[in-house]
């Protein structure tokens, strides 16, 4: 969603100056629209962990899954950036990160930016969360959003979903973190979500070597909804959102 | 445990003949006693295949994790065999294979074993299964065990606990099959039982190609151990035990 956003925004100041056909106006108008994006996503990415310190309070790990940090957007991302601000207020915070089949996500983008910058992280398959949580090692959930229905219901990464659930069950806080235009008000909940169905040879074939047999089915939904339910707040710009 | 077990049993057999100093008969008996042994967990796979049936009635849709059919024992397997036994009934049952990483046995084996008998057979990534529920395409979940505590306490491949609490949490039973041997009286509950860490390259470079950044940090626990609250009931030769 934000993608198009920023895309429709950068094209509809290009058409105001195009329309006086000055062509190096409009090349200037581009790069000066993606500049002020970019400051804006900055600024709401950091605000976002700021706001996130206070579910970090007498918490040593999070657990998060798929990418949802620097690599995904600017500057310190959502899930992460409660992380990322923590580390900089010398408030240690160790990470483990869900590997994120199919496309681990989480084993090639989150644990390496994290490592990047020097916050300890720990990478685990996504069926081994809950046995995870059961020894203790998790103190708080956090993960990113792709669309957030009006009553909190929240759509993002295929496996999101049970993580929230064996949460519940260990009484971990789950949080979400995400920019306030990730609501969707015409959406009431998040029954009528529509999910993404991706191709089989994500999981059959997806790391360049066949790991199942030829021509088998496959069920790969790209997400799924977690109901607000199992959700303790959603973390935003504007401060956090509680049920 | 059941390798070694049948090792033994072999062992002492051949000890047996050997006292004699009879070099022939000593291997006619190695051979006569695997052939038993053989013989008694086909026996014992169909038994249990049968057994299962009462749990399977008015089911369609199986769910299962790793692998715990005929590449894993001998004939029907454990966690299979109510499936199998069912096909040849005419009762027929649709199984969604958790692909069970790290190592896949699910992708790679449960699919592959199914296929080849033509039970129908859908693959999906052990982050799918809670979804998977939710969506109400899973009637039961039969997973296999490696040891079973005195109280019921049961450990299987790494993600069958936070696949039992998926389960709980929809409603949907779930069940273990497995020798009766697999008990371990000597464990009052599953606390005690070792948790196998396995090497992190079954994680990060898991097929031959890497997958996450060098030198990361992995936790791989081979196995999980599900409290007794989360079965339904334990389908072994000599019956299903239910709490």
């Given at each position: 969603v934000n993608l198009q956003w920023a895309l429709d925004r950068v094209r509809t100041r290009v058409r105001e100056v195009l329309s006086e056909r000055d062509v190096p106006a409009a090349v200037q108008a581009v790069l000066e629209e993606a500049h002020a994006i970019l400051d804006e996503d900055i600024t709401m990415c950091r605000t976002i962990g700021e706001n996130g310190q206070e579910v970090l309070q007498s918490c040593h790990t999070v657990l998060t899954h798929c990418n949802a940090g620097g690599l995904a957007t600017?500057?310190?991302?959502?899930?992460?950036a409660p992380v990322y601000v923590a580390a900089e207020q010398g408030h240690a915070i160790h990470v483990y990160a869900?590997?994120?089949?199919?496309?681990l996500q989480g084993a090639r983008i989150t644990a390496f930016e994290l490592q990047q910058v020097g916050v300890p992280v720990t990478v685990i398959c996504d069926s081994m969360a809950a046995w995870t949580m059961k020894k203790g090692k998790v103190d708080v959930v956090i993960v990113g959003a792709d669309r957030i229905a009006a009553n909190g219901d929240t759509a993002n990464k295929i496996g999101t979903y049970g993580l929230a659930i064996a949460a519940h069950h260990h009484n971990v806080p789950f949080y979400v973190a995400a920019?306030?235009?990730?609501?969707?008000?015409?959406?009431?909940?998040?029954?009528?979500i529509p999910i993404e169905e991706r191709a089989p040879d994500e999981i059959t074939?997806?790391?360049?070597?066949?790991?199942?047999?030829?021509n088998v089915d496959v069920y790969n939904p790209a997400f799924d909804v977690t109901p607000?339910?199992?959700?303790?707040g959603i973390i935003t710009e504007k401060g956090v959102w509680y049920p």
């Open positions: 600017s500057g310190y991302g959502t899930a992460l869900d590997e994120t089949r199919p496309l920019p306030y235009s990730t609501f969707d008000y015409d959406l009431p909940t998040g029954t009528d074939c997806g790391f360049g070597r066949q790991t199942a047999p030829d607000v339910e199992l959700i303790s």
